[in-house]
Every structure is written in C-alpha cells, then in structure tokens.
C-alpha cells in the first residue's frame, strides 16, 4: 500500500467515475477551454485546469460565500478576467470536491432545462 498522495487527476477521475452513473453526464472530451470537463446536458460544469486546478461551476452568491471561507477562489481562464460563477479549488484543498461536483451538477442541469 502506497502512502503517495493523490494526484489531482487521479481525484478527478473518481469524481467522473462516480457522476457518469447520471444518464445526462458525459465525459471529458475534445480539445481546448473545457476539454477536461464535464458535462451535464451538453454545460460544462466541474473540470480540471490546465493548472491541475478543480474548477466547478455554482451560483455567484455560493462562490463567493466559499471564498469568504477560504475553501477557493474566482477562476481565471488566462486572460485576466475573473469568472463569478466559477470556482477553483487548489489541488492540496481539503474542500469535498465529490460533493462539490455534485453541487455544480445540480445547479448547471436546472440552468440547462431551460436553454
């Protein structure tokens, strides 16, 4: 038995194991901004950066609420412009990131019903 630390894409990949039991989940795929995503009806809402960063997609409102609480930050995507609905969580954070995944599901699959 290894005492090595989990990897951020080895905790990643749990978490894909996990949600593709959802029959509107699907898996990371293609190329570029999103390509490690995952998706709910076809929105990406958790991934992992180019940063080996986990970023999920929650209301501004609980992103700013986990902030405060120092569980994250706003997801830059490069180009200097903090996304408001967007957190990242550092790949050594204790935050749940399962349960925020799943969080992040919840909240971009209602969005998705109506678009």
């Not at 990643?12 to 570029?32: C, D, N």
Request: aromatic share 6%; proline share 7%.
């Amino acid at each position: 038995m290894s005492n090595s630390p989990i990897t951020p894409e080895e905790r990643f990949a749990m978490i894909v194991e996990e949600l593709l039991s959802h029959p509107e989940v699907t898996p990371p795929s293609g190329k570029g901004f999103g390509s490690s995503g995952l998706r709910i009806r076809g929105k990406i809402f958790a991934m992992l950066s180019s940063k080996r960063e986990f970023v999920v997609k929650l209301p501004k409102q609980r992103v700013n609420a986990l902030i405060a609480a120092g569980a994250g930050q706003h997801f830059d995507p490069g180009h200097g412009r903090l996304m408001k609905e967007w957190l990242v969580v550092e790949p050594t954070s204790e935050a749940e990131w399962l349960l925020l995944a799943r969080e992040a599901m919840e909240f971009v699959g209602s969005n998705s019903r109506n678009t």
